[in-house]
Every structure is written in C-alpha cells, then in structure tokens.
C-alpha cells in the first residue's frame, strides 16, 4: 500500500509551516505538535498515531502533551518531514518511504519488495544496526527516528481475472505504486500509481485488472470484494511495512534522560500493539471476505514469485547505488536478509508447516 494515496485533497486544509509556535512550556509542561501523514482516526494508522501520543500525555501526567494533527491539518501531509527537519513541527508520524525523495535509504526503512517480515525488521532495527543507520541518514536532516507500528505481511492484491502464469502478468493493468510498481512494470505488467478515492471506480470501469491495499482488514472497508473475486497472497511489495516516528533532533536533546526513555516507550509499545491489532483485525475481516462475500484466496504462483524476486533484486541493486548512505543501509539490509531466511527456514518457517498437518487438535 502506498498511503500517500489516501490523502488526495488533504493539501489544501494547510496552513503555513510559518504559524507554528515552538513547543509550548508552561509551569514545567510541554506541548509538542505531531503531524501525521494519515486522515484523522484512519483505522490502524492514524489511530495508532493518536494512541502513541496518548501514551505518551499519561506515562508523562502530562509533562509532555502530545497533540496530533492529521494530514492537512497544519501541513499537507507530504510536507510532515520538512516540517519537523525545519522544526516548525515538534514530531511527525508516517512510513519513511514517503521520504525517499531525500534519500532512497529511507525506503529500507518501511519496507521494500521481498524485504523483512516485522519480526525480522524489529530485529534488524533492534539488535543488528539498523537504528544506529537510521540515526545517521536521520541526523543529515535534523531527526531522530523511532519505530512506531507495523501492518504486517500485505496482501497480494485484488484481480478481476485469474492469474495462474507469468504470462498472464503480461500487460495487466495493477495500481501499485513505488518500488513494487518498479518490479511489476520489469516483469510485463503495467504498474498505475491510483490515490486511494480512484481505486473502486477504476476497477469497476475496467480502468485496473487489479490493484493492492493493505490486508483483510483495510480492504474489507473499502469494498474491493464487490468488483474483484479474486483475492491472491502473497504481498511481495511490502512483507512488514513499518510505521515510523520522526522527532527533531534539537527537540529530542532537549528531553531529559526520562523523557526520551519515555518516548521510546511509548513507540515500541505501539509498534507491538498496533501489529498485533492488524494481525486481530485481519483474521476475522478475511473469514467474513470469504464466508460472507464469496472471495476466492488464490495463491500466486511460484513461476511468477519468482520472476517478481528477482526483478525486485535489479531494482533493489539500482537503488543501492544511488548514494554512499543508501549503499551503507542496503549492505547491512542485505546481510541481514540472508541470515534471517537461514534461521526462518528452521524457526518460524518449519513450525508453521508442521502447525498445518492433519492431526487432532484440542476437542
């Protein structure tokens, strides 16, 4: 999914970056302003930026108040980065891919085609560098970035026919943006970048064979069931795309040793709960698609998987070498990736095979 295209209009609902005020201070309290790249209480995202700060107003009594504005509120929501590097803006919420523009290592940092799963991602961010990479492309822009939620494996997409060979990829229409559209239009396909209101009417039209949100959950909401049968696993533009918090950097070493612990908190509290609320919400949206709708689950098939894998390494390749810290992230990325498929295949991998035999399980 690529949620800029949720967003259409949202512009023209901003005001200059040049009203903002400077985080307020009274009587030891701070008030900070956090744009957001969402519409207001948009399922998941924006409601998992508005419980990140929430959490963080009362782990603080209030110390520090944290007040969210959607996309278009006080900035377009493509302008949430510059606003906070600027520091007009004290936080912003959103996937970093959006950010791509000023650095293409921003990408590795949400998701990219047959990347990391969340797990993995968390990990890579955690424990093997990836935050101490992240706080170096972040400090050339004036902020520091932190985790804040994930929607987990995406979904394949929507089709209004079946695809059961490479061949049938070869000029279907799909609206998928950014770097899965890159890989869909090497492989034969015609990859449209549609903002989110065009989706339905393009599909119903026949303007679109196909297109991909997100997952069950969000998808149920907007209606695709209705125009396409046809509901094919797995997403392999964005196998666990990662929401971020962007804070900037003179804000974040203002805060006190407690406050920063508290904010980092707070983000890794809703990168756990907001993934798991997704994986709730998809369970039973995917059995009411199916038992209520009539939707057909379809496996792509592993000839076209493959073709998607390695034209989305040629891609990933091209992008690597666009500047000294993207190659930097891509490296670390990369050697990553590789040990995290050799433990998958004897970990997550294996057990989940084994859960999927036909013996007996409880009454």
């Known amino acids: 999914m690529d949620r800029r295209s949720v967003l259409t209009g949202a512009a023209g609902l901003a005001v200059g970056a040049a009203t903002f005020a400077k985080p307020a201070i009274a009587q030891g309290k701070r008030e900070l302003k956090m744009v957001t790249t969402w519409p207001k209480n948009f399922p998941g995202l924006g409601t998992g930026a508005q419980r990140f700060a929430d959490r963080i107003t009362k782990a603080s009594d209030g110390k520090l108040t944290v007040k969210v504005f959607a996309a278009g509120e006080l900035v377009p929501a493509f302008e949430s980065f ?30 990219v085609p047959f990347g990391l799963t969340a797990n993995e991602m ?74 989110g209101g065009e989706i339905y009417p393009a599909l119903q039209s026949g303007a679109i064979d196909a297109t991909e949100w997100v997952g069950p959950w969000n998808d149920l909401a907007f209606g695709f069931y209705k125009v396409a049968k046809y509901y094919y696993y797995p997403g392999f533009h964005e196998p666990g795309s990662s929401l971020g918090v962007g804070i900037n950097s003179k804000v974040w070493e203002g805060f006190s040793e ?84 050799a433990m998958g295949k004897y970990a997550d991998e294996a057990y989940a095979k084994a859960r999927r035999l036909p013996f007996k399980y409880g009454g």
Request: proline share 1%; net charge negative.
């Open 258 to 341: 407690s406050e920063k612990a508290l904010v980092q908190d707070a983000a890794t509290a809703e990168n756990n709960y907001l993934y798991a609320e997704f994986n709730a919400r998809n369970g039973a949206a995917l059995e009411t698609l199916v038992t209520k709708h009539g939707v057909q689950i379809k496996k792509t098939a592993d000839d076209i998987l493959n073709a998607m894998g390695e034209a989305s390494g040629q891609v990933m390749a091209d992008v690597a070498n666009t500047d000294k810290i993207t190659r930097k992230v891509y490296d670390s990325f990369v050697s990553f990736r590789k040990n995290a498929i």
């Open 122 to 195: 968390d990990a890579w961010i955690h424990h093997s560098g990836g935050q101490e990479l992240w706080d170096e492309l972040g400090s050339q822009f004036g902020i520091k970035h932190l985790l804040c939620g994930n929607t987990g494996v995406q979904w394949g997409g929507w089709f209004t026919k079946e695809i059961n060979s490479l061949e049938d990829m070869k000029g279907l229409k799909m609206r998928m943006p950014g770097l899965g559209g890159d890989v869909l239009n090497k492989i034969g396909a015609n990859a449209l970048a549609l903002p």
């Open 82 to 111: 510059d606003a906070v590097s600027q520091g007009t803006a004290d936080m912003y919420h959103g996937a970093d891919y959006y950010w791509k523009g000023k650095s293409q290592a921003y990408n590795f940092f949400a998701s």
